[in-house]
């Protein structure tokens, strides 16, 4: 069996390796025609990207607390459609694949992205 004997955090390169990650994620988003609008207005970019590598080391395992708010609350009333939130995880998808991120692994966070679907379409 090839039961992993790590963390997801170390999976993905911990802190560092996240904030790479979520980097490339948000260029991703800035340049895909199907969401750059959610994200283009943005005020405090810097905010964001600090909240969402904590929140994507939090989730895999780490140490690290998270600071801003649930999914439900962060995107509610945004009407957030079924085709954006495909878009999103195919940024993410991307993003992993440019970090170098092994399809397994890559494949460990699109399911638990998935899961997140019903706190973020039409909420
Ligand atoms: C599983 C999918 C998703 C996850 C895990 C996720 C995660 C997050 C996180 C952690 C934040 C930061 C919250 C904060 O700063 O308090 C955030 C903010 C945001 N998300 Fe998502 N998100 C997802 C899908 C989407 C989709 C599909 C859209 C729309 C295209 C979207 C649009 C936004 C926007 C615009 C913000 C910034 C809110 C603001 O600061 O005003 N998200 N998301």
Known sequence: ????????????????????????????????????????????????????IDFFCAGAGGPEAYAGKDMLATHRGMNISEQEFVAVIDDAMAALVSCGIEPPVRNEVLAILWSMKGEVIRV
């Not at 992993?4 to 390169?13: I, K, N, S």
């Not at 911990?14 to 750059?36: C, E, F, K, M, Y």
């Open 1 to 52: 069996m090839n039961t992993p004997t790590t963390t997801l955090y170390d999976r993905l390169g911990r802190r560092d390796g996240i904030a790479r990650i979520t980097r490339a994620l948000i260029q991703n988003h800035l340049a895909n025609p199907l969401v750059s609008n959610r994200y283009a207005q943005i005020q405090d970019m810097d905010r964001l990207e600090r909240n969402v």
